[in-house]
């Protein structure tokens, strides 16, 4: 199965930004969704963000309207996840996922998944 590969996690502090990639060669990247989920230690794993293949939808978990913006470079086969004003609270692995659906916010549709960045924001 295609590989799905994220990079960009890394220690910023609160209000700081940083910008997630997602790549997955070998893949027809416009056929897919794309999906953001995160997973702080101790809780479950839980929707960020979505784009639709086309990049015309996207959808955001409320926690992060306004600070988060996702998109995607289909010509690329990229997709990237803009984090602007960081709280301590978003600190968690992030996982990149493809879904085979138009538009997906559940985890149970996507079925391609990466092995997560890690996001550790300080106070």
């Known amino acids: ?9 890394g220690l910023v502090q609160a209000g700081g930004s940083l910008t997630l990639s997602c790549a997955a060669p070998g893949l027809i990247f416009s056929n897919y969704a794309v999906g953001w989920f995160r997973q702080a230690p101790e809780k479950e794993r839980e929707f960020v963000a979505a784009i639709s293949a086309s990049g015309s939808r996207t959808d955001y978990v409320d926690s992060v309207k306004g ?40 985890a149970l549709r996507y079925d391609r998944w990466g092995r997560g960045t890690q996001v550790t924001v300080t106070s």
């Open 67 to 106: 600070r988060f913006t996702i998109s995607r470079d289909n010509a690329k086969n990229t997709a990237h996840l803009q984090m602007n004003s960081l709280k301590p609270e978003d600190t968690a692995v992030y996982f990149c996922a493809l879904s085979p659906f138009a538009q997906a916010t559940v």
């Open 1 to 9: 199965q295609a590989q799905v590969v994220e990079s960009g996690g």
